[in-house]
């Protein structure tokens, strides 16, 4: 599953969330420009073979010499995962054009996964060149079809404007199209319109109950969001040292965002002592998987320019 998310400026910028996502074998919450976070497709629609842990531990020890054969063997959903295997960040041998083929293979032979992962690529221009447009019809496809995380990227689309024009109530209905078929970053994705929509819509109660649930549930973008609410204590206790701890879970599960809020705990010592030195290299580690709030902390910190508390 590949996916990437948004975006909200608060408190001087603190909570601008871009989300990304690719939940590959073995997350696209590539994670969206994207780096992959990194998990196992929770759900199985109609046309989506069920994971195959045996080829999904080949791919990740590297122990398939070859992963042209194990997609030339003629099933679908292989080709999905050596696509995956080779989009996945932060990893020797990564290679997103190859992985593009890869997922084409696995959509044009009925796989919905490869369908949806062909679209995080084409949104983002990652291994291919960007067209936002192919990936909406890629997303509707797999959503269509039943393959949950497919409609969790379509409503990303929504939730951010990009490609289509914003639209908070489309971008709910289907990220909960996703968190109802099992998608851990629907439920992400539908806290997040909730906890930052307008009235009647707004229900915060609801998105820190949602958060909660996508956190566990294995979504870095759950556990993000989960933090950002403890931080500021949005219908809940304030609770800095278990914040950072949540920030911590998203930014190990491939959330950049995740990174920059930690970075800005240690920053200005929020639960835990002032650290700066640790700040910057997670401001570097978020700016390194596009996060651009992160390159301004980072620029902004290396200067020694102090930021403001919200």
Do not use: F, I, W
């Given at each position: 599953m590949l996916r990437r998310a948004p975006v909200r400026y608060r408190r001087g910028m603190r909570r601008l969330i871009p989300i990304v996502l690719l939940v590959a074998c073995g997350p696209s919450e590539?994670?969206?420009?994207?780096?992959?976070?990194?998990?196992?497709?929770?759900?199985?629609?109609?046309n989506v073979s069920p994971p195959d842990s045996g080829l999904d531990a080949a791919l990740e020890t590297?122990?398939?010499?070859?992963?042209?054969?194990?997609?030339?063997?003629?099933?679908?959903s292989d080709c999905t995962r050596v696509g995956r295997a080779l989009f996945k960040p932060?990893?020797?041998?990564?290679?997103?054009?190859?992985?593009?083929?890869f997922f084409q293979r696995g959509c044009d032979g009925g796989d919905l996964a490869g369908c949806s992962d062909l679209g995080v690529a084409l949104e983002w221009g990652d291994g291919i060149a960007i067209d936002v447009g192919?990936?909406?019809?890629l997303y509707e496809k797999a959503c269509d079809g039943g393959y949950a995380h497919g409609c969790t990227n379509l409503a990303t689309l929504y939730e951010r404007g990009r490609g289509v024009s914003k639209d908070d109530r489309r971008a709910a209905a289907l990220h909960e199209r996703g968190c109802n078929g099992g998608d851990?970053?629907?439920?992400?994705?539908?806290?997040f319109?909730?906890?930052?929509?307008?009235?009647?819509?707004?229900?915060?109660?609801?998105?820190?109950?949602?958060f909660d649930k996508?956190?566990?549930?294995?979504?870095?973008?759950?556990?993000?969001?989960?933090?950002?609410?403890?931080?500021?204590?949005?219908?809940?206790?304030?609770?800095?040292v278990r914040a950072r701890s949540l920030y911590e879970r998203a930014c190990e599960g491939g959330h950049p965002r995740g990174c920059t809020n930690l970075g800005l705990m240690y920053e200005q010592a929020k639960g835990t002592p002032k650290d700066l030195p640790r700040a910057l290299?997670?401001?570097?580690?978020?700016?390194?998987?596009?996060?651009?709030?992160?390159?301004?902390?980072?620029?902004r910190a290396q200067k020694g320019t102090r930021h403001p508390r919200p």
């Open positions: 590539p994670p969206h420009a994207p780096t992959p976070a990194v998990a196992t497709p929770s759900v199985v629609g109609p590297g122990l398939l010499e070859d992963p042209e054969q194990a997609c030339n063997a003629g099933v679908a932060r990893v020797p041998g990564r290679d997103p054009a190859r992985a593009v083929v192919r990936s909406r019809t851990a970053a629907g439920c992400a994705g539908l806290a319109v909730l906890q930052h929509a307008r009235a009647p819509l707004r229900d915060r109660k609801r998105a820190l109950v949602l996508a956190c566990n549930d294995g979504s870095a973008r759950g556990c993000n969001g989960l933090g950002d609410m403890v931080e500021y204590g949005e219908e809940t206790k304030r609770d800095l290299q997670y401001y570097r580690r978020a700016c390194d998987a596009h996060d651009e709030l992160a390159c301004k902390h980072l620029s």
